[in-house]
């Protein structure tokens, strides 16, 4: 079972380049996520996807952009990168409702933007 | 709007040696919370969460949690660390009316000692 799965594991862009952060479960979850970590600031929320179809705003989203493929996808894109975005970005998924609320991880995507 | 404030940036112990790591959130409205943890150049497990219910949490890897309402607080414990307890840790908190969108403390990085 591979859960949560996110592609490439380390990208190295120019300032001004574009690149998609591909992310997919396989655990039929409804709920999906997109979070960067910062060293000192924990994970701050990007983007998520409450349900297949509908995506959202989370804390800090300005300079990217999400898409609900499918019920198994979900990615962020970087239009114009900027050194700014220089992040551990983590796709997590969960399966909605209120009874299990555990955020399942993939392993991360290392960005460097230079 | 809920935040979480973890107390201690860094947490040496002995192996051996109990170990509190210490969370207080903010929220005007109830909330579930989690603790997390990352070992190096990983995504984020899940050590325990509390949803209602009995306020001391057990979780894996013998960690346990108690909420304390009145001190907005939800301190982690362990009686006894490993070396394998090398990680850092993540407190969370969401609304329990919300799409699970958690919202993370700073991490506590946790390094035992022989």
């Known amino acids: 079972n591979a859960g949560v799965t996110q592609t490439p594991k380390f990208q190295v862009l120019k300032t001004g380049q574009s690149m998609t952060l591909q992310c997919a479960q396989d655990?039929?979850?409804?709920?999906m996520y997109w979070y960067r970590q910062d060293p000192g600031m924990g994970l701050r929320l990007i983007y998520y996807s409450a349900s297949e179809g509908t995506t959202d705003k989370g804390e800090v989203p300005n300079g990217y952009n999400v898409s609900r493929l499918n019920k198994r996808e979900f990615s962020l894109r970087l239009e114009s990168a900027a050194p700014s975005q220089t992040s551990v970005y983590f796709c997590?998924?969960?399966?909605?409702?209120?009874?299990?609320?555990?955020?399942?991880f993939g392993n991360g995507t290392r960005l460097t933007v230079t | 709007a809920q935040s979480v404030t973890q107390l201690d940036s860094q947490v040496p112990v002995f192996e051996e040696a109990p170990v509190e790591l210490r969370c207080n959130y903010s929220?005007?409205?109830?909330?579930?919370l989690f603790w997390y943890v990352q070992y190096p150049n990983q995504g984020l497990q899940l050590l325990l969460k509390y949803l209602s219910g009995s306020t001391l949490v057990k979780g894996i890897n013998g960690f346990e949690a108690e909420f304390n309402k009145s001190q907005t607080s939800f301190h982690l414990r362990k009686p006894s660390v490993h070396i394998s307890d090398t990680a850092e840790y993540f407190c969370?908190?969401?609304?329990?009316?919300?799409?699970?969108?958690?919202?993370f403390g700073q991490g506590t990085r946790l390094t035992i000692n022989p």
């Open positions: 655990m039929n979850h409804n709920s």
């Open positions: 929220s005007s409205v109830s909330v579930y």
């Open positions: 969370a908190v969401s609304d329990i009316q919300g799409a699970q969108k958690l919202v």
């Open positions: 997590a998924s969960t399966p909605g409702g209120t009874d299990d609320s555990a955020l399942h």
